[in-house]
T-cell receptor, first 110, second 115 residues
Framework: GQQVMQIPQYQHVQEGEDFTTYCNSS?????IQWYKQRPGGHPVFLIQ?????EVKKQKRLTFQFGEAKKNSSLHITATQTTDVGTYFC??????????FGSGTRLQVQP | DAGVIQSPRHEVTEMGQEVTLRCKPI?????LFWYRQTMMRGLELLIY????????DSGMPEDRFSAKMPNASFSTLKIQPSEPRDSAVYFC?????????????FGSGTRLTVV
Protein backbone atom coordinates (compact mmCIF):
# COMPACT_ATOMS: atom_id res chain seq x y z
CA GLY A 1 0.00 0.00 0.00
CA GLN A 2 0.90 3.63 -0.22
CA GLN A 3 3.48 4.88 2.26
CA VAL A 4 4.38 8.44 3.18
CA MET A 5 7.63 8.96 5.03
CA GLN A 6 8.77 12.11 6.78
CA ILE A 7 12.16 13.18 8.06
CA PRO A 8 13.38 14.12 10.53
CA GLN A 9 11.19 12.61 13.24
CA TYR A 10 12.17 15.32 15.66
CA GLN A 11 14.00 18.63 15.55
CA HIS A 12 14.99 20.99 18.31
CA VAL A 13 15.98 24.52 17.23
CA GLN A 14 16.79 27.81 18.87
CA GLU A 15 14.23 30.54 18.32
CA GLY A 16 15.15 32.42 15.16
CA GLU A 17 16.72 29.42 13.41
CA ASP A 18 15.21 27.92 10.29
CA PHE A 19 13.49 24.53 10.12
CA THR A 20 12.75 22.14 7.27
CA THR A 21 10.80 18.88 7.13
CA TYR A 22 10.77 16.54 4.14
CA CYS A 23 8.08 14.21 2.91
CA ASN A 24 8.39 11.32 0.45
CA SER A 25 5.65 9.17 -1.01
CA SER A 26 6.04 5.68 -2.43
CA UNK A 27 3.52 6.56 -5.15
CA UNK A 28 2.75 9.57 -7.33
CA UNK A 29 0.29 11.90 -5.67
CA UNK A 30 -2.58 13.94 -7.09
CA UNK A 31 -2.01 16.46 -4.33
CA ILE A 32 -0.29 16.81 -0.99
CA GLN A 33 -1.57 18.56 2.11
CA TRP A 34 0.18 19.81 5.23
CA TYR A 35 -1.21 19.86 8.75
CA LYS A 36 0.01 21.14 12.11
CA GLN A 37 -0.84 19.52 15.42
CA ARG A 38 -0.07 21.42 18.61
CA PRO A 39 0.79 19.36 21.70
CA GLY A 40 -2.42 17.85 23.05
CA GLY A 41 -4.37 19.14 20.08
CA HIS A 42 -5.71 17.90 16.79
CA PRO A 43 -4.33 18.24 13.25
CA VAL A 44 -5.17 21.54 11.59
CA PHE A 45 -5.07 21.98 7.82
CA LEU A 46 -2.40 24.39 6.61
CA ILE A 47 -2.26 24.14 2.83
CA GLN A 48 -2.69 21.98 -0.27
CA UNK A 49 -0.30 21.68 -3.21
CA UNK A 50 -1.54 20.30 -6.51
CA UNK A 51 0.79 21.18 -9.36
CA UNK A 52 4.17 19.68 -10.11
CA UNK A 53 6.90 22.01 -8.84
CA GLU A 54 4.41 24.22 -7.02
CA VAL A 55 5.66 26.59 -4.33
CA LYS A 56 3.35 28.34 -1.88
CA LYS A 57 4.10 30.70 0.99
CA GLN A 58 2.24 31.53 4.15
CA LYS A 59 4.16 34.27 5.98
CA ARG A 60 7.29 32.49 7.27
CA LEU A 61 6.24 29.07 5.92
CA THR A 62 7.23 27.90 2.43
CA PHE A 63 5.78 24.73 0.95
CA GLN A 64 7.12 22.94 -2.12
CA PHE A 65 5.80 20.05 -4.21
CA GLY A 66 8.36 18.06 -6.18
CA GLU A 67 8.47 17.86 -9.94
CA ALA A 68 7.60 14.15 -9.89
CA LYS A 69 4.77 14.78 -7.39
CA LYS A 70 6.23 12.24 -4.97
CA ASN A 71 7.94 14.53 -2.50
CA SER A 72 7.34 17.77 -0.67
CA SER A 73 8.94 20.02 1.90
CA LEU A 74 7.94 22.60 4.47
CA HIS A 75 10.43 25.29 5.43
CA ILE A 76 9.94 27.70 8.32
CA THR A 77 12.10 30.81 8.37
CA ALA A 78 13.13 32.31 11.72
CA THR A 79 11.16 29.98 13.96
CA GLN A 80 9.13 31.29 16.86
CA THR A 81 7.86 29.51 19.97
CA THR A 82 4.39 29.54 18.44
CA ASP A 83 5.69 27.17 15.72
CA VAL A 84 6.03 24.34 18.26
CA GLY A 85 4.08 21.24 17.29
CA THR A 86 4.10 18.28 14.94
CA TYR A 87 3.93 18.89 11.21
CA PHE A 88 2.34 16.22 9.04
CA CYS A 89 2.25 15.87 5.32
CA UNK A 90 -0.65 13.89 3.88
CA UNK A 91 -0.71 12.37 0.43
CA UNK A 92 -3.73 12.00 -1.80
CA UNK A 93 -3.53 9.49 -4.64
CA UNK A 94 -7.08 10.23 -5.68
CA UNK A 95 -8.18 6.69 -4.91
CA UNK A 96 -8.39 6.68 -1.16
CA UNK A 97 -8.52 8.99 1.84
CA UNK A 98 -5.38 10.89 2.82
CA UNK A 99 -2.38 8.89 3.96
CA PHE A 100 -0.57 10.81 6.67
CA GLY A 101 3.17 10.85 7.09
CA SER A 102 4.76 9.98 10.40
CA GLY A 103 5.18 13.64 11.28
CA THR A 104 8.07 15.86 12.37
CA ARG A 105 7.95 17.17 15.91
CA LEU A 106 9.40 20.66 16.22
CA GLN A 107 10.59 22.05 19.52
CA VAL A 108 11.69 25.69 19.66
CA GLN A 109 13.95 26.86 22.46
CA PRO A 110 13.33 30.52 23.44
CA ASP B 1 -19.81 26.84 13.04
CA ALA B 2 -18.90 24.67 16.03
CA GLY B 3 -16.57 22.50 13.99
CA VAL B 4 -16.42 18.71 14.17
CA ILE B 5 -17.75 17.60 17.54
CA GLN B 6 -16.58 14.39 19.16
CA SER B 7 -17.72 12.77 22.37
CA PRO B 8 -16.62 11.76 24.85
CA ARG B 9 -13.28 13.63 25.12
CA HIS B 10 -11.88 10.95 27.40
CA GLU B 11 -12.96 7.37 27.98
CA VAL B 12 -11.47 4.88 30.41
CA THR B 13 -12.90 1.39 30.24
CA GLU B 14 -12.07 -2.11 31.30
CA MET B 15 -10.93 -4.74 28.87
CA GLY B 16 -13.88 -6.58 27.36
CA GLN B 17 -16.30 -3.69 27.63
CA GLU B 18 -18.06 -2.09 24.66
CA VAL B 19 -16.97 1.42 23.74
CA THR B 20 -18.88 3.81 21.48
CA LEU B 21 -17.30 6.97 20.12
CA ARG B 22 -19.46 9.65 18.55
CA CYS B 23 -18.92 12.30 15.92
CA LYS B 24 -20.95 15.16 14.50
CA PRO B 25 -19.40 16.48 11.29
CA ILE B 26 -19.61 20.02 10.02
CA UNK B 27 -22.93 20.72 8.37
CA UNK B 28 -22.61 20.52 4.59
CA UNK B 29 -19.53 18.31 4.63
CA UNK B 30 -20.19 15.11 2.70
CA UNK B 31 -17.08 13.09 3.65
CA LEU B 32 -16.33 11.73 7.11
CA PHE B 33 -13.19 9.98 8.28
CA TRP B 34 -12.17 8.07 11.39
CA TYR B 35 -8.46 8.07 12.21
CA ARG B 36 -6.58 6.54 15.12
CA GLN B 37 -3.37 8.08 16.47
CA THR B 38 -0.73 6.28 18.52
CA MET B 39 2.94 6.98 19.13
CA MET B 40 3.96 3.75 17.42
CA ARG B 41 1.75 3.88 14.32
CA GLY B 42 1.00 7.58 13.89
CA LEU B 43 -2.26 8.62 12.23
CA GLU B 44 -3.99 5.62 10.69
CA LEU B 45 -7.15 5.76 8.60
CA LEU B 46 -9.78 3.38 9.95
CA ILE B 47 -12.74 4.07 7.66
CA TYR B 48 -14.20 6.79 5.55
CA UNK B 49 -17.71 7.60 4.39
CA UNK B 50 -18.84 9.63 1.45
CA UNK B 51 -22.47 10.78 1.43
CA UNK B 52 -23.08 8.47 4.42
CA UNK B 53 -21.86 5.39 2.53
CA UNK B 54 -18.73 3.54 3.71
CA UNK B 55 -16.19 3.78 0.91
CA UNK B 56 -13.05 2.31 2.40
CA ASP B 57 -12.95 0.29 5.62
CA SER B 58 -9.69 -1.50 4.89
CA GLY B 59 -8.09 0.20 7.88
CA MET B 60 -10.51 -1.26 10.41
CA PRO B 61 -8.29 -3.51 12.51
CA GLU B 62 -10.64 -6.45 12.94
CA ASP B 63 -14.23 -7.49 13.49
CA ARG B 64 -14.23 -5.93 16.92
CA PHE B 65 -14.44 -2.53 15.24
CA SER B 66 -17.53 -1.27 13.48
CA ALA B 67 -18.61 2.15 12.24
CA LYS B 68 -21.93 3.57 11.14
CA MET B 69 -23.19 6.78 9.64
CA PRO B 70 -26.99 6.67 9.82
CA ASN B 71 -27.36 10.24 8.55
CA ALA B 72 -25.30 13.18 7.38
CA SER B 73 -24.93 14.64 10.86
CA PHE B 74 -23.85 11.69 12.96
CA SER B 75 -21.39 8.81 13.00
CA THR B 76 -20.32 6.24 15.56
CA LEU B 77 -17.27 4.04 15.97
CA LYS B 78 -17.84 1.02 18.18
CA ILE B 79 -15.30 -1.36 19.69
CA GLN B 80 -16.65 -4.58 21.15
CA PRO B 81 -14.96 -6.10 23.07
CA SER B 82 -12.27 -3.54 23.81
CA GLU B 83 -8.65 -4.56 24.44
CA PRO B 84 -5.69 -2.66 25.97
CA ARG B 85 -4.04 -2.37 22.54
CA ASP B 86 -7.01 -0.26 21.40
CA SER B 87 -5.81 2.54 23.66
CA ALA B 88 -5.22 5.56 21.43
CA VAL B 89 -6.63 8.93 20.42
CA TYR B 90 -9.45 8.52 17.93
CA PHE B 91 -10.10 11.44 15.61
CA CYS B 92 -13.09 12.10 13.45
CA UNK B 93 -12.66 14.48 10.52
CA UNK B 94 -14.99 15.82 7.87
CA UNK B 95 -14.55 17.54 4.55
CA UNK B 96 -16.19 18.72 1.39
CA UNK B 97 -15.52 16.60 -1.69
CA UNK B 98 -13.09 14.22 0.06
CA UNK B 99 -10.95 17.14 1.18
CA UNK B 100 -9.52 17.87 -2.23
CA UNK B 101 -10.08 21.60 -2.02
CA UNK B 102 -10.07 22.66 1.61
CA UNK B 103 -8.53 19.76 3.49
CA UNK B 104 -9.95 17.88 6.42
CA UNK B 105 -11.36 19.47 9.57
CA PHE B 106 -10.57 17.35 12.59
CA GLY B 107 -12.46 17.09 15.83
CA SER B 108 -10.71 17.38 19.18
CA GLY B 109 -10.48 13.60 19.46
CA THR B 110 -11.44 10.97 22.01
CA ARG B 111 -8.62 9.67 24.18
CA LEU B 112 -9.44 6.04 24.89
CA THR B 113 -7.71 4.08 27.62
CA VAL B 114 -8.51 0.39 28.00
CA VAL B 115 -7.25 -1.12 31.25
Amino acid sequence: GQQVMQIPQYQHVQEGEDFTTYCNSSTTLSNIQWYKQRPGGHPVFLIQLVKSGEVKKQKRLTFQFGEAKKNSSLHITATQTTDVGTYFCAGDTGRRALTFGSGTRLQVQP
Amino acid sequence: DAGVIQSPRHEVTEMGQEVTLRCKPISGHNSLFWYRQTMMRGLELLIYFNNNVPIDDSGMPEDRFSAKMPNASFSTLKIQPSEPRDSAVYFCASSIDRGRAYGYTFGSGTRLTVV
